[in-house]
Nanobody
Framework: QVQLVESGGGLVQAGASLRLACAAS????????MGWFRQAPGTEREFVAA????????YYADSVKGRFTISRDNAKNSLYLQMNSLKADDTAVYFC??????????????????WGQGTQVTVSS
């Protein structure tokens, strides 16, 4: 069993930066993929970024490519999302998630078994 707890959300102005963190408890196997998703009011939860736990391969949604950076610290069992040049459209609840295997689309939330409770990010324009 894996538990995920996000932190680092807040209210910022457009153009600012935020760094989200996700602390994982339980055993994160080397086969895992860790990801960030977000959900704005009235919309579907959408993929933001993912990283393989073993070798750090990364995947990004087109909407955040070049602005967001996902990273992990295996020793600390932690996942991070550095968000730069934030826009009002980035406003959402951000969720940390884990899938047990690399197989399957990294961007599909159906493959992710474990989820955090989310942290709110609000970007004012």
């Amino acid at each position: 069993q894996v538990q995920l707890v996000e932190s680092g959300g807040g209210l910022v102005q457009a153009g600012a930066s935020l760094r989200l963190a996700c602390a994982a408890s339980g055993r994160i196997m080397s086969s895992y993929v860790m990801g960030w998703f977000r959900q704005a009011p009235g919309t579907e939860r959408e993929f933001v970024a993912a990283i393989t736990w073993s070798n750090g391969s990364t995947y990004y949604a087109d909407s955040v490519k070049g602005r967001f950076t996902i990273s992990r610290d295996n020793a600390k069992n932690s996942l991070y999302l550095q968000m730069n040049s934030l826009k009002a459209d980035d406003t959402a609840v951000y969720f940390c998630a884990a899938k047990r295997f690399v197989a399957g689309l990294q961007s599909s939330r159906a493959y992710y078994r474990y989820w955090g409770q989310g942290t709110q990010v609000t970007v004012s324009s």
